[in-house]
C-alpha cells in the first residue's frame, strides 16, 4: 500500500493503516486535524508575487482543500505592506502590486483567515544573490545502468563561502503523433449510420506540454572551500522517456534560502521519501517558521521563505545525443494499429471519441483489419492534443 502523493506541505498528521492480501479494504484516518498549511516564497524578482493557501487533509480525501477569503498581508521592517488578493483559483493568494524581496530588510507574513483565525511568521530576511553560471545537458548512464540524458548546472558566488539552495525546473517538450492527417470523419446520421470526410479544423499533429517539478531537490555548499556548484545534477532522463523523443526543454530555477528553510526543506524531502508507513521514526508534525497567533497549541505547516531567484533555459534534441540503431524511440501510446471497421461499427467508434481518421485505404481489405472506407487509429495516436496543447509556447525554440 503506498501512500498518495500530495504537494510539498499537505501532510496527513497521523495515518495507521494495516493491509490484507485477501480482500480489499478501504481505510479512513482514525485521528485527523485540521492545519492550515502555507506555501509561500517571496523573491527579489519584481513581479506580482504568489501565496498559496490549503488545509491539511485525510488519507481517504482526494486532495487538500484551498483556504479561502482570507486577508494576506507581508510587511517588512521599514513600513511598507504589502497587500495579497485571491484571485480565480482558490486559495491562490497575489500581491495586488508588483514588488521584490530587497536585501537588508526583514519580512513578515500575516494572515487573518475567513473564521477570525490569525497566523504571523518570524522576521525573515533575503539571503545572498547567485546566479546560475552554465545549464547544460550531456549523455550519461546513470548508477542504474540506464542510457540517457543528464541536465547539469553550474554556479559561483564568490562574495559568499557557502549558501543554500533549493531547486525547481519546468519542463516543456514536443509531442508529434504517430500518424498525420488532414481530414476528419465526421457522423451524419446513427440511423442509419453514414459517415462523411470533413476537412480538419485544428492542429492535431504538433503540440507540446510543460510539466512543473515536484521533488524537493537540495543543496549545500557550507562544507565547500567555496560558494561554488559544479556539475550538479538537475533532472535524468532515460533515453525511451517519449519526452525526449523529439525536442525537450527545461527551464531551471535556482533559489539561494535561509538556513532555518534548507533544515525545513531537508526534513521535509526525508518524510516524504519515506518507503514505509512502518518506518522506525514517525515524524508527526514538521514544524517550520509560521505558528498561530490566536492558538499556541493550533499546528501551521509550511514556511515563509525569502528566496535570491536565478534561472536559465536549455534546449535538445533527441538526435542531439542517440542515433537510430540504439533503439526505438520512447512512444507517449504503444498500441497504434490500424484498422478499417465496417460503416455501423465506424458511427459507434468516432461518435463516441474512440478513433480517428488516418487515411482513405488502397484495396479491398482483409480479414485482419476489415473491410471498412476508411483507416482508423486510436485518438491519441492521431490527435496530439490528447497529451499537450497546440499552442507554440512563447520561448519556444527549434
Given amino acids: 500500500m503506498k501512500l498518495k502523493k500530495v504537494s510539498v506541505f499537505s501532510l496527513v ?112 530576511a533575503l539571503a545572498s544573490i547567485s546566479q546560475i553560471d552554465n545549464l547544460y545537458a550531456q549523455r550519461e548512464t546513470n548508477e542504474n545502468g540506464a542510457l540517457g540524458v543528464a541536465i547539469f548546472l553550474d554556479s559561483y558566488n564568490p562574495d559568499t563561502q557557502g549558501s543554500y539552495y533549493r531547486f525547481e525546473f519546468e519542463e516543456t517538450y514536443k509531442i508529434v503523433s504517430r500518424y498525420f492527417a488532414h481530414k476528419d470523419i465526421e457522423v451524419v446520421s446513427y440511423n442509419p449510420p453514414k459517415v462523411k470526410l470533413v476537412r480538419k479544423n485544428r492542429e492535431e499533429y504538433t503540440c507540446y506540454n510543460t510539466i512543473p517539478s515536484t521533488n524537493i531537490l537540495l543543496a549545500n555548499t557550507n562544507p565547500l572551500s567555496e560558494d561554488r556548484l559544479s556539475q550538479f545534477q538537475i533532472r535524468f532522463l532515460k533515453r525511451e522517456n517519449p519526452k525526449i523523443s523529439t525536442r525537450y526543454s527545461l527551464l531551471a530555477k535556482q533559489f539561494v534560502i535561509s538556513r532555518d528553510a534548507y533544515v525545513f526543506y531537508e526534513t521535509l524531502k526525508d518524510f516524504s521519501g519515506s518507503e514505509s508507513l512502518f518506518s522506525q521514526v514517525q515524524p508527526g508534525f514538521i514544524s517550520g517558521n509560521l505558528f498561530s497567533t490566536s492558538n499556541d497549541n493550533e499546528k501551521v505547516i509550511g514556511f515563509f521563505e525569502l528566496a535570491a531567484v536565478s534561472s536559465k533555459r536549455v534546449f535538445f534534441n533527441y538526435s542531439d545525443y542517440f542515433s537510430p540503431e540504439e533503439g526505438p524511440l520512447g512512444l507517449f501510446v ?31 481489405g482483409n480479414d485482419d483489419i476489415g473491410y471498412g472506407p476508411y483507416l482508423v487509429a486510436p485518438v491519441p495516436c492521431v490527435d496530439c492534443t490528447v497529451f499537450g496543447t497546440n499552442v507554440v509556447p512563447e520561448f519556444w525554440e527549434e
Fill in 13 to 124: 498528521l497521523t495515518v495507521f493503516l494495516f493491509c490484507g492480501c485477501v480482500e480489499e479494504i478501504d481505510f479512513e484516518t482514525e485521528t485527523f486535524e485540521s492545519a492550515l498549511v502555507v506555501e509561500a516564497t517571496i523573491t527579489n524578482e519584481t513581479k506580482p508575487q504568489k501565496i498559496k493557501l490549503s488545509r491539511t487533509f485525510r488519507f481517504e480525501e482526494d486532495g487538500p482543500s484551498a483556504e479561502t477569503n482570507a486577508t494576506v498581508l507581508v510587511k517588512d521592517n521599514m513600513g511598507n505592506q504589502f497587500s495579497f488578493e485571491e484571485t480565480d483559483v482558490p486559495g491562490i493568494y497575489q500581491s495586488t502590486t508588483t514588488f521584490s524581496a530587497q536585501p537588508d530588510r526583514d519580512y513578515e507574513l500575516s494572515i487573518t483567515t475567513a473564521n477570525g483565525r490569525s497566523y504571523g511568521s518570524d522576521p525573515t
Fill in 334 to 364: 504503444e498500441d497504434c494499429e490500424l484498422n478499417r471497421p465496417e460503416v455501423p461499427a465506424l458511427v459507434n467508434l468516432v461518435g463516441s471519441g474512440a478513433v480517428k481518421f488516418v487515411e482513405e485505404p488502397i484495396g479491398p
